[in-house]
């Protein structure tokens, strides 16, 4: 350079900035309106190549003046560039040189810089060749206001999109401000303590709180298979242990050893309800098979967001089920339903056969069949990070993807000193040698009906049994005395966190909850078998026609001391594990309420200040890896198209966006109404085990 006192340099905090973005496993794009050239060249000179994703110059376009005249220069003009380049007025310089360059060479030929930013075209080109997830958030730093604004077209499509502008003269250093819709930071320096890429910093630790999915080389569904011949056993894979009817519940699966532990396998509901499908029709209830066949379309079109098409799917889908159930594989797999259950290996093998027989179902059936899956990973995931702050890392749950070479399949570890919690809410209830899988199976032999038998009749005078006053009486009492000697920490906990991750009303009960043995000698809950992002619970709906009212999350955010009546209300809180005996259920919920009344309030508070204290850049970034692990499963029939699978992600984006945001406001809320209030005015809460004020803080990998 022919200035020996200049040198390139990086803006203070820029080294930081870099190591902190690639650290965290994001994506960095240099876009700068300097040609592409040079800026390659800067780039090298520093020696940076390794810091950028995308290095984006402006093109440059070498054309004909199309101003060129071969007349002389006029001697005004003449005297007016003289006086120009003799004084200081730059404008003046560059209007002169303007108008003069008409008279230059005939074969002058000029230079022109195409897709100058504020333009998008580049921006969106990076994106595209990185592959960048439309959930994912990005952050525009820069010391020009176009830096910002050339991302204002994908701000108007609802992206997250962040400005941070660098400017220490700016006159709203320290505020945010808006630049063509895009909320932007200024700040003096990078190196500001209060710059945003630190507090990313502080994230940068975090192990992703969804987990990876994890590729074993086989899977044994069935106690009669042996494990592949080496080297294609080799690794560890997943072998059969018992059949999953022990544990109850609809969804196909099974009980199988993987790491040295039992572990719960399952499919999920969807390939279930097709398994259902098949057997109901077996077994003549085509009734009930048509109602399912309904499920699974509809399970599509709430996924989708299309329901345009739901009757054609219906039929597309009955149509190729007929055709299946003649064919040779399809007999046997129709026996086999006629006289039980179908197993992970049935129900899977039917999923992949329908979608070859018909390639339009693959998108309507393998985008259920996906997201049942993913989306029990991420919620149970999102629980379990809550459940740590309560809970010993022994005790709480696992949740993974296994990846085979055929099939995709959710595992959580089996908690051995575990009780369901269904079962010790009703243990006081049933009479003496009674299980509650009795009463289950008493009520639905009533449900059943048919002609009048000995198995009915003693079905009938189980759940009278059962529900008589006297035994409801004790019942109260003995569930009572159980809540007052050892309590029920984190029961709140697990309803709203459950409810915030948006799972449907049926699953949101104690038949999906676990009681263990807290190291204080109390009783803890335990959320197992999440299955959110089914429906957004936020507000409250109110009573339309014979329709009850249904509180939503969004009220108990915002008034924790409500928690108590809202999370154990009939449209919250799921009496399914007491279908047929309902009158167990109402007497539990009113010994929940009067016994554990005071705990609400501090625990939803506690799930509040948890979800206002997430990064959502970190929690929507872990997301994005999940669905980048997915990419490695395309390859399989069944699988569903790339951008469905897009759709689904951004789907569950927003309910993060959503939950975090919302809580974000009502903590913030919270906290303004009580600096408002004059000293003494406010009480503290009881804080009981459970709540995150109390918990010790612990490593988020010490779980089990």
């Known amino acids: 350079m022919p200035f020996p006192g200049v040198r390139i340099a990086l803006m203070p905090g820029a080294r930081e900035l870099l190591d902190t973005s690639h650290a965290a496993g994001s994506p960095v794009m240099l876009i700068s309106n300097r040609a592409h050239s040079d ?51 730059d404008g003046a310089l560059r209007a002169a040189l303007e108008d003069a360059s008409a008279y230059a060479h005939p074969n002058t030929t000029s230079v022109t810089q195409t897709d100058r930013k504020p333009h998008a075209a580049r921006l969106l080109d990076s994106l595209q060749r990185l592959s960048v997830p439309s959930e994912a958030p990005i952050i525009l730093y820069g010391d020009q206001p176009s830096d910002i604004s050339q991302a204002a077209k994908l701000a108007e499509t ?80 997943v072998v059969y242990s018992r059949a999953k009817q022990a544990l109850g519940g609809s969804d196909v699966g099974m009980l199988a050893w993987m790491d040295g532990h039992e572990h719960l396998v399952k499919t999920g509901l969807s390939r279930s309800l097709l398994g259902q499908i098949m057997s109901c029709r077996a077994r003549g209830q085509e009734s009930e098979a048509e109602k399912r066949v309904g499920y699974v379309v509809d399970i599509w079109a709430r996924l989708s967001g299309d329901d345009t098409q739901k009757d054609a799917l219906k039929d597309q889908l009955k149509k190729t089920l007929h055709a299946f159930i003649q064919s040779e594989k399809g007999s046997r797999l129709f026996e086999k339903a006629r006289s039980g259950d179908l197993d992970l290996t049935d129900v899977s093998g039917l999923h992949r056969a329908l979608t070859d027989a018909c390639p339009q179902l693959k998108n309507p059936l393998g985008m259920p069949v996906i997201f049942d899956l993913v989306n029990g990973v991420a919620s149970q995931a999102l629980a379990n990070a809550l459940q740590r702050t309560y809970l010993a890392g022994s005790h709480v749950p696992d949740a993974t993807l296994l990846v085979s070479p055929d099939n995709v399949l959710f595992a959580s570890r089996i908690l051995q000193d575990a009780v369901p919690m269904d079962a010790f809410l009703t243990r006081a209830f049933l009479p003496q040698g009674v299980s509650l899988r009795d009463a289950k199976l008493a009520a639905a032999r009533i449900k059943t009906g048919g002609a009048e038998s000995a198995e009915l009749r003693g079905a009938r005078e189980l759940i009278a049994r059962i529900c008589a006053p006297r035994q409801l009486d004790a019942g109260r009492q003995g569930l009572t005395g159980a809540l007052q000697a050892q309590g029920m920490d984190g029961f709140f906990t697990s309803v709203l966190a459950r409810l915030t991750i948006g799972e449907s009303h049926n699953d949101l009960g104690p038949d999906n909850m676990l009681i263990v043995p807290g190291a204080d000698g109390r009783h803890k809950a335990v959320n197992i078998d999440v299955t959110g992002f089914w429906e957004s619970r936020r507000d409250s709906i109110p009573a339309i026609d014979q329709a009850p009212p249904r509180p939503g999350w969004g009220e108990v955010m915002a008034h924790p001391e409500q928690a108590a009546d809202i999370l154990l209300d009939a449209n919250v809180l799921s009496g399914r594990y007491a279908r047929g005996f309902e009158a167990v259920h109402e007497v539990v919920v009113d010994v929940l309420r009067n016994t554990l009344r005071d705990q609400a309030a501090p625990e939803a508070a506690s799930v509040r200040a948890w ?67 004059a000293p003494g005015e406010t009480a503290s809460p009881r804080t009981t085990p459970g709540t995150i004020a109390q918990a010790p803080q612990r490593h988020p990998g010490s779980h089990g």
């Open 158 to 237: 609802g992206r997250r999109i962040e400005g941070v502008l660098i400017d220490p003269g700016h006159n709203d250093v320290g505020r945010q401000i808006d630049v063509e819709g895009i909320p932007t930071r200024v700040i003096r320096s990078l190196a500001d303590p209060d710059a945003p890429w630190k507090s990313a910093a502080r994230a940068v630790h975090e192990p992703p709180l969804f987990p990876a999915m994890r590729t074993v080389p086989f899977i044994l569904s069935r106690p009669e298979q042996s494990a592949p011949p080496l080297p294609v056993a080799a690794g560890d894979g």
């Open 611 to 677: 979800y206002a204290a997430q990064n959502e850049a970190h929690v929507l970034a872990s997301m994005s890896e999940l669905q980048h692990g997915l990419r490695d499963v395309a390859q399989l029939g069944w699988m569903v198209d790339p951008e469905m699978l897009e759709k689904g992600f951004s789907r569950n984006a927003g309910f993060i966006r959503d939950v975090i945001g919302q809580a974000k406001a009502a903590q913030q809320a919270a906290s303004t109404a009580g600096h408002a209030k």
């Open 39 to 89: 800026l390659e060249k800067e780039v090298r000179y520093l020696d940076m190549q390794q810091d950028f994703d995308v290095v984006s110059g402006t093109p440059t376009v070498t054309r004909p003046r199309s101003n060129a005249s071969a007349a002389p220069m006029p001697e005004a003009l003449q005297q007016r560039l003289t006086a120009a380049l003799q004084g200081d007025d």
